[in-house]
């Protein structure tokens, strides 16, 4: 079993839905949770990162931990074709080392 | 300035070159890391830096050489690669070494590395 689950999608939604994605984890130890964005052939840009339980939000993207049952979450609201990439969850117990998951490939139809 | 830049964008090499990858950032960051990405894969740790010293090294080949000659430098020298190891290669960067609050790393956009 994988440290971090991230289903690779393709994900296809209509622009202006909302869009979820997920990660679950088995490593209870983790506390810092992040989201990278990917588009083709760049670097991964970071979107979100929170500490611990809880929600946190940021314009159209709102990220939610939930440590007792071992899943995050990224909503984007009003999506746009402009948010369409590879979503890649991130997390770590506090070391330098970060576990990503495998990434979601999401694309948003005009 | 919020930026890790990467030379070169791209890299093609025989089996028998040499090569050496560049990566800076300007805002104090003084952990470092370097990450290989194959195609449709998550980025895997290779190698951390911190306070220019080699941290962790992820038991990559030795024909993977990094060097970190100040805190706003990082190399990493290539030499006898196989063609498995065309791959991105990124870097990235934190504030201080181990994690806390606020303490993200920040992605380079990479040098996608063919080996003939």
């Known amino acids: 079993q994988k440290e971090v689950e991230q289903d690779p999608g393709p994900l296809s939604v209509p622009e202006g839905a909302i869009v979820s994605l997920n990660c679950t984890y088995s490593?209870?130890?983790?506390?810092?949770f992040m989201w990278y964005r990917q588009y083709s052939r760049k670097g991964p840009e970071l979107l979100m990162y929170?500490?611990?339980?809880g929600n946190k939000e940021d314009g159209r993207f709102t990220a939610q931990v939930d440590k007792s049952s071992k899943y995050i979450s990224l909503f984007i609201r009003d999506s746009q074709p402009s948010d369409s990439a590879t979503y890649l969850c991130?997390?770590?117990?506090?070391?330098?080392?970060?576990?990503f998951g495998q990434g979601t490939r999401l694309t948003i139809n005009p | 300035d919020t930026e890790v830049t990467q030379t070169p964008k791209h890299l093609v090499m025989g089996m028998t070159n040499k090569k050496s990858l560049k990566c800076e950032q300007h805002?104090?960051?003084?952990?470092m890391y370097w990450y290989k990405q194959k195609a449709k894969k998550p980025p895997e740790l290779m190698f951390v830096?911190?306070?220019?010293?080699?941290?962790i090294n992820e038991s990559v080949p030795s024909r993977f050489s990094p060097e970190c000659p100040n805190s706003s430098l990082l190399n990493l020298h290539l030499h006898a690669l196989q063609p498995e190891d065309s791959a991105l290669y990124l870097c990235?960067?934190?504030?201080?070494?181990?994690?806390?609050?606020?303490?993200?790393?920040?992605f380079g956009p990479g040098t996608r590395l063919t080996v003939l």
């Open positions: 990235a960067s934190s504030q201080t070494p181990g994690l806390a609050v606020n303490n993200e790393q920040f």
């Open positions: 490593n209870s130890a983790f506390q810092y």
């Open positions: 929170t500490y611990s339980s």
């Open positions: 991130a997390m770590t117990w506090g070391a330098q080392k970060l576990v």
């Open positions: 805002m104090g960051h003084r952990a």
């Open positions: 830096y911190s306070y220019e010293k080699l941290s």
